[in-house]
């Protein structure tokens, strides 16, 4: 059952422009949403159909809730698999606790599967870690942060050390300014680690560099790529009706009829509707499939990364097509369909990119790249 009714909806709403204005996080929104019990754990279905419609509220607030809504998911998808590894992380969400993400590293290509960053193991079994972490969403506001780097002190190959550190470690602080083209609420700062201790306990998973067959990485692209596409497809959502709203209100000089009237702008809109449409099966069927543990063996991350490609490509190209038809006016720097084009375009940026998502669905067809 959802836990976002319509009061809690439009505060929500009523308050993303001035987020984005202000350049300012959301802070309200985090309590409304804490209060409401949005941020426990819950089967991934009900949490994409809840995140497509908070992105349509307010796709900066979605967007930085994702990130704890993802490290919940990791800790769900390795419990209903029989690894209860990481129940404390569900405890801890439902405690108050608020997870973030400090994986993105600049110039790292291998997102998930190399590290720029330093683990270094100690005597007790905790580690010490060391780099720069981008697009640390919920900045301001987190009290658990996972964070992933590399340990090259063993000679029979290096590893990936995840773990999870504590708002109140030493050794970490966010750096440089956040001022964005678009989802500016969610405030994701870069996050400098210089030796922050990861406690044993805290240590989630160690992994050979490189891709590999782990539940905690499957759980990770799940749940961060079908609710990205949530999101994303939230906006469209949106974007879409305000086109409907905005066609319909406005009349043609010419023939006095509205412009819901002319043929082009239908097409327009009905050509808009056709790829928003296809999304929902594609998100909720595979949500749905890992909720019930399906197997779809290697074609799995072909299934997601292609998920979150379509969706983000299907959400700029309605957000374009709604400001088209609406007019000029759309134009305008504070109008809600300018703020959803711009919130639009961070979707380029999050894994998978486009080029990645090709290479994984080509190798999926095609067998590993010949060098």
Sequence with gaps: MTALNEDLLARIRSRAAG????????????????AAGYLGSRPLLEVARDQRLLGAHAPATALGINMH??????????????????????????????????NSEAGNDQVMFDSRTKAEPQPDGSYLFTGTKIFTSLSPAWTRLAV??????????????????????????????????????????????DGARVAPERITRILPVGPVADPYI??????????????????????????VENVSSRRSMKTGLAYGQDPDIRWQLADAAIALDSLAPQIEGLARDVDELADHGTAWFRLLVGTKTRSVDVARSVVETAIRVSGGSS?????ELSRLYRDALAGLFHPSDPESAHATVATNLLGALEL
């Design 69 to 102: 809504l993802v490290v919940v998911g990791i800790a769900r998808v390795l419990h209903e698999r029989g690894d209860g590894s990481l129940d404390w992380i569900a405890a801890e969400a439902a405690a108050g606790e608020l997870f973030a993400f400090g």
């Design 331 to 335: 134009y305008g720097a504070d109008t």
């Design 218 to 243: 499957f759980g990770l692209f799940a749940d961060f790529l079908l609710l990205i596409s949530s999101v994303y497809a939230g906006i469209a959502d949106r974007a879409l009706e305000l086109a």
């Design 148 to 193: 992933f780097g590399r340990d090259d002190s063993d000679d029979s190959g290096p590893t990936l050390v995840h773990g999870v550190l504590t708002r109140e470690t030493p050794g970490h602080h966010a750096a440089g300014e956040w001022n964005p083209l678009g989802m500016r609420a969610t405030q994701s700062f870069t996050t400098v680690l």
């Design 19 to 34: 987020y984005d204005r202000d350049n300012a996080f959301f802070s309200d929104d985090l309590d409304d949403l804490r």
